[in-house]
């Protein structure tokens, strides 16, 4: 019965994943008329260091981007602490802080709580009157996710999840908050549980819109009087960048201590170039792993380079690469864990995306 309830899910996934309006395949026309764009930026170093190749097996924090149905492994606790320079080399510096909790809550049940800090720095004031930098001071963009996550194994080959996410944007005088939904499932199958598939479908929800102060301004009703009133611009109202994942994965075991997984996932983008990814992870006893992936989209290997096509237009494609370090602190299989991740993502500005994070496992 609870198997048949998970292809049941997975029907409605696929079903909603062809028929939602927003999930059309990418579309040059309508770059640039999303907004919440870092919904789309995975925060965490250990499934980025393959270029999100291994959604179909994504587990632990981790999967609260990529899909939601992996973080139904977590045994008892999961912590992840995770810290992002986005484009290094900028002047201003952004980072991304990240860090989230998952527990078993039954046999088969794990909820999960993570939030996403955008630090982005100091901008500073600047107005028609007094467009000099930094003679009325500053103001600090503040973007966050927090996302409230459930998932659960039907069985020992299927299992699906859902996550909640409140979005935050604002600046100093206006700001924008939403929600979103993302639903996903993961299938196992094969004679050692060594054939993955996953579908996902992120960012279904409302449209979002700016309010506050800053959509304001006062005018005079006639030059040289005193009389003034206020000018009430409206914000117009912008979607969420949905996006549907498809993932497959194939784990190869080499003796009694290796593993090798090659791992592909096809992401249908509405506001923008659909992408292809293939990557590569090699495991050694479940201490040492070795990630590389490649990400594709159509007009990368165009002639002239990447930087003078126009038919591109997402920030990570290329290469990405990362590791990851796990140190068993007791004899017991399930016991205490501790883990540190690393990965680099190519862009095409700037030296690329670093992240860095550390895991404890229950």
């Known amino acids: 019965m609870k198997k048949s309830f998970g292809y049941i899910v997975l029907g409605i996934l696929i079903t909603l994943g062809l028929n939602a309006p927003q999930a059309l395949a990418g579309n040059k026309d309508r770059s640039g008329q999303a907004g919440a764009a870092e919904l789309l930026i995975n925060p965490w170093a250990a499934s980025s260091g393959w270029g999100n ?5 994504v587990h632990g924090l981790d999967a609260m981007f990529g899909n939601v149905a992996g973080i139904s492994s977590c045994k008892t606790l999961d912590l992840n602490f995770t810290h992002t320079t986005w484009l290094a080399g900028m002047d201003n510096g952004i980072s991304i802080a990240s860090a989230g909790v998952l527990v078993r809550v039954g046999e088969s049940s794990v909820l999960g709580l993570s939030f996403m800090n955008f630090s982005i720095g100091e901008i500073p004031v600047t107005t028609t009157e007094n467009p000099d930098p930094y003679a009325l001071g500053t103001y600090k963009p503040n973007l966050m996710n927090i996302n409230v996550a459930f998932a659960k194994s039907f069985s020992n080959s299927i299992s699906g999840g859902f996550n909640l996410k409140v979005i935050s944007e ?3 005088n206006m700001g924008a908050t939403g929600v979103a939904l993302d639903a996903g499932i993961q ?3 094969g004679p050692f549980d060594n054939v993955h598939f996953g579908i996902t479908l992120k960012n279904i929800g409302p449209t979002m819109k700016f309010s506050g102060d800053g959509l304001s301004f006062k005018a005079f009703l006639t030059q040289g009087t005193s009389q003034q009133f206020t000018i009430v611009q409206r914000a117009d109202e912008f979607e969420l960048p949905t996006q549907l994942s498809i993932a497959a994965a194939y784990d190869w075991y080499i003796g009694e201590t290796s593993r090798l997984t090659i791992a592909g ?33 159509n007009g990368i290997w165009a002639k002239g380079g990447v930087e003078n096509n126009d038919d591109c237009m997402n920030l ?5 690469a990362g590791l990851s370090v796990q140190a068993p602190l007791s004899k017991d299989e399930n016991g205490l864990k501790i883990a540190v991740d690393y990965s680099y993502r190519d862009t095409y500005t700037f030296n690329g995306t670093h992240s860095v994070g550390a895991r404890i496992i229950f």
Not at 269 to 287: A, C, H, M, P, R
Not at 316 to 320: F, V
């Open 170 to 172: 604002s600046i100093r």
């Open 265 to 297: 996932t096809f992401n249908s983008n509405s506001f923008t170039n659909d992408q292809v990814t293939l990557g590569l992870e090699y495991g050694w006893k479940d201490i040492l792993m070795l990630r590389a992936g490649y990400t594709y989209e």
């Open 187 to 189: 299938y196992v199958t």
């Open 316 to 320: 990570n494609r290329g290469l990405s």
């Open 53 to 57: 190749a291994g959604m179909s097996k």
